[in-house]
């Protein structure tokens, strides 16, 4: 019985250390994030690539997600233009190859 209770409490330590939270960040960077509806994990995972709360939330709102947001950006890419060019109809190599022709995708009125 007492491994038992021994192995469950070690179980809880390791997944209470694994779950994600909000260590890094400060109180107004935080409530920046509560703000738009992030929780932890989420907050992370967009921090770690290098997005703030404000950044994140655009591009969200833009229909991307932390990878698709990642890969345009490092591409120098920011919300507004990454839109215009996937809303066109392009991927992301197209988009590269097409920019640096100088050329850019026509909007739809």
Known sequence: MKKLLLGL????????????????MSEREISQWKAIGFDPTQAQNWRV????????DAWIKANF???TAT???????????????????FEIDEAVTNR?????PVRAN
């Open 9 to 24: 409490l070690v179980s809880l330590l390791v997944a209470c250390a694994s779950a994600p939270s909000w260590q890094g």
């Open 49 to 56: 690539r290098g997005f703030d709360p404000a950044g994140s």
């Open 65 to 67: 997600d932390v990878d």
């Open 71 to 89: 890969i345009w950006a490092k591409e120098s890419f920011n919300v507004d233009e990454a839109q215009v060019w996937r809303e066109a109809g």
């Open 100 to 104: 640096s022709k100088g050329l850019t």
